[in-house]
């Protein structure tokens, strides 16, 4: 997968905050492997005060225990980069925001820090919306650690975005 480039994530950020402010609704982030990346893309949109509520970067586990309510078994059973971490990460961010939905997304983005269970490249997504039921997956990107950054966060948006469209 191509490296998407910073008009095409500028394109699907605009696409979100637009369909955020036909529902009336505002997104959260929850951060790991991104590392903040996502929000600055949509904060960097003009006017995203209307539909940006706040962003969460939680890199260590000790910050998604106490930021996000991950509980320390999910994490022990699991791991930091898991469908199941991403899912309770998603669920916190709305928990604790006032926001409508949630992008959440852990990875390995490199270039340490891999396994043969999950190398460099292995990311997890999670989107969840209020009144819905959350979806979560996990992607093997290639590329060095910018790649892996740039293509999570457009991954990010996207799944939003289908979320939203369902």
């Known amino acids: 997968?191509?490296?998407?480039?910073?008009?095409?994530?500028?394109?699907?950020?605009?696409?979100?905050?637009?369909?955020?402010?036909?529902?009336?609704?505002?997104?959260?982030?929850?951060e790991s492997c991104t590392g903040g990346g996502i929000a600055q893309q949509l904060t960097a949109i003009a006017g995203s005060s209307r539909w940006f509520e706040r962003g969460f970067v939680t890199y260590s586990n000790d910050a998604k225990i106490e930021m996000l309510g991950v509980q320390p078994a999910l994490l022990q059973n699991h791991g930091a980069v898991s469908v199941e971490t991403a899912r309770a990460m998603a669920e916190g961010g709305l928990r604790y925001s006032r926001a409508d939905c949630c992008i959440a997304v852990t990875g390995v983005a490199g270039p340490d820090g891999g396994s043969a269970e999950k190398p460099v490249g292995t990311v997890c997504f999670a989107w969840a919306a209020r009144a819905r039921n959350s979806v979560a997956t996990q992607v093997h990107f290639v590329g060095d650690r910018h790649a892996v950054r740039q293509q999570s966060l457009a991954r990010a948006l996207a799944g939003l975005l289908d979320l939203l469209a369902s």
């Open 1 to 30: 997968m191509p490296v998407p480039s910073e008009h095409a994530r500028t394109t699907l950020a605009t696409e979100l905050g637009e369909r955020l402010l036909h529902l009336k609704q505002r997104v959260a982030t929850v």
